[in-house]
């Protein structure tokens, strides 16, 4: 082989192991990316996608029943528009409450009319809830300080 044809190969072995390298990189996020929706954009998506996603907005007051056999909770989402049935197995967060702001990470169910969240989180202070889920909230109709005095500030 010529010098220029050694050149040539090493030029293109390098260039395929950096388009190789960012395949990789960015297959890995598009597996760890999780998107936010609330119940009304949930509602009007024609695709819901088959992957984990997370649904956020406030816990509909009268909706939390639990299951005295087990760790397994039904609750629903509301964003003031549109609710979401959701259930949860596992321990629910302190603050976790009717009224107040959750984001449930997880998939919907095969039937598509529950999530099945496999995380549950709650609001950490005073001052927290998702700016997507407050907007929301604001467009259905309630007020700021909807759900315990909410700012996205």
Do not use: C, W
């Not at 598509?112 to 929301?136: C, I, S, W």
């Amino acid at each position: 082989m010529k010098k220029r044809h050694k050149r040539l190969a090493i030029v293109l072995g390098v260039l395929a192991g950096a388009v190789i390298a960012t395949a990789l990189v960015l297959n890995a996020f598009r597996d760890s990316m999780v998107f936010f929706v609330t119940p009304s954009e949930m509602a009007a998506m024609e695709e819901v996608p088959d992957r984990t996603f997370r649904i956020g907005g406030l816990v509909e007051a009268g909706s939390v029943q639990r299951d005295t056999t087990s760790t397994e909770v039904m609750f629903r989402v509301t964003d003031g528009a549109m609710g979401v049935p959701v259930i949860y197995d596992g321990i629910l967060p302190n603050l976790f409450r009717e009224g107040q702001g959750v984001v449930a990470e997880g998939r919907l169910s095969a039937d598509g009319g529950t999530f099945m969240a496999n995380k549950v989180l709650a609001r950490h202070d005073e001052e927290y809830m998702p700016r997507e889920a407050q907007e929301a909230i604001e467009r259905a109709g309630h007020p700021s300080g909807a759900g315990g005095g909410y700012n996205t500030q």
